[in-house]
């Protein structure tokens, strides 16, 4: 009998020994990786990791983030991506069209979610916007579409202007396509283009020398992760010139553009954090609609304005969301 008892106390004693060791074990949290061209995330990043707080993710807590940034070298993006496979992150955020190729490329499984793409489903990343399938969803920019309305707006503001230098990258696919979108709105309201190619920071200074030469009359600058990192280099060419710029976000008007008109690049990150809670909560990428934008802002600079010495429209000043004074 007493045999019995010792056998069953140590029994219970290791079975609670068991239990007590599981419950001390850490938790694995998961992961989400983030994929970008550029050097950071500036304020849309900080904007998507309060989204994830809100949605009650916290990170260091119930979530860990890894970012992988290609400080300009796309060529780097696939072992960037690569990388974030091999740690098994639950979800990859990918940040613009060359980080998106980067990660489909690199995982067939792992959900990601795209910001900030031109087309995805154009460009092969998803079967269709309303029903993605595969691995992979998001938000789309449609900057293509909005294309011919920069231009509509320079036209309004300016309505001199005969000649826009446009500042675009032609190793980005998405920049080939909103180039073209730019040249058949450039054609419609009988304005000339004038193409400055940078495919690399060694191209900048080239291109500025040809817009100078050539004066143009106003500058669209086009999204991509090379142009975006050196946008106070851009910015400094269009004051020095007096040359009226129009972007495709409200960030770089804040740092000194003239203009801008597009969606929030913040909002666009928010609304990413969203697509990663469901994902994280057991939803397929497959079942989840690629997101347009909703609402596109029209930002203007008069401090810019009065630097570069133009007067902007009270018929284009009433149309701002925001004016920067």
Same mark, same amino acid.
């Given at each position: 009998?007493?045999?019995?008892?010792?056998?069953?106390?140590?029994?219970?004693?290791?079975?609670?020994?068991?239990?007590?060791?599981?419950?001390?074990?850490?938790?694995?949290?998961?992961?989400?990786?983030?994929?970008?061209?550029? /050097?950071g995330f500036g304020t849309a990043g900080a904007a998507f990791r309060k989204a994830l707080r809100e949605l009650g993710?916290?990170?260091?807590?119930?979530i860990a983030i890894e970012s992988r940034l290609a400080e300009v070298s796309l060529d780097r993006l696939p072992q960037l991506a690569?990388?974030?496979?091999? &740690?098994?992150?639950?979800?990859?955020?990918?940040?613009?069209?060359?980080?998106?190729?980067?990660?489909?490329?690199?995982? /067939?499984?792992?959900?990601?979610?795209?910001?900030?793409?031109?087309?995805?489903?154009?460009?092969?990343?998803?079967?269709?916007?309303?029903?993605?399938?595969?691995?992979?969803?998001?938000?789309?920019?449609?900057?293509?579409? &909005?294309?011919g309305k920069r231009l509509e707006f320079i036209k309004e503001a300016f309505p001199k202007a005969r000649r826009v230098a446009v500042l675009w990258n032609p190793a980005n696919s998405s920049n080939v396509v909103e180039f073209r979108e730019i040249g058949a709105a450039a054609k419609a309201l009988g304005l000339k283009l004038q193409s400055l190619e940078a495919r690399s920071?060694?191209?900048?200074?080239?291109?500025?020398?040809?817009?100078?030469?050539? /004066?143009?009359?106003? &500058?669209?600058v086009v999204r991509d992760p090379l142009i975006d990192t050196d946008h106070f280099q851009i910015l400094d060419f269009a004051v020095v010139n007096r040359l009226p710029s129009m972007h495709g976000d409200a960030e770089f008007v804040e740092a000194g553009g003239l203009m801008s008109y597009g969606p929030s690049r913040v909002e666009l990150f928010a609304r990413a954090a969203i697509y990663v809670d469901k994902i994280l909560k057991g939803a397929k990428p497959a079942d989840l609609p690629v997101e347009r934008p909703m609402k596109f802002e029209l930002v203007i600079n008069l401090k810019t304005a009065k630097q570069i010495g133009v007067t902007i429209p009270q018929s284009v000043l009433y149309r701002a969301d925001?004016?920067?004074k």
């Open positions: 009998m007493n045999k019995k008892i010792v056998v069953s106390l140590l029994a219970t004693s290791l079975l609670a020994s068991f239990y007590f060791a599981e419950a001390q074990q850490p938790k694995k949290i998961p992961t989400v990786g983030l994929l970008v061209g550029g /050097r993710w916290i990170e260091g807590k119930n690569a990388e974030l496979v091999r &740690l098994n992150v639950a979800v990859i955020v990918a940040d613009g069209d060359p980080a998106a190729r980067a990660a489909k490329q690199s995982t /067939r499984t792992i959900p990601i979610v795209l910001i900030a793409v031109c087309d995805p489903a154009t460009e092969g990343l998803v079967a269709s916007l309303a029903r993605p399938g595969g691995n992979i969803t998001g938000l789309t920019s449609i900057s293509e579409e &909005l294309s920071a060694d191209d900048f200074k080239g291109a500025f020398a040809v817009g100078a030469r050539d /004066r143009a009359n106003a &500058l669209i925001k004016v920067i």
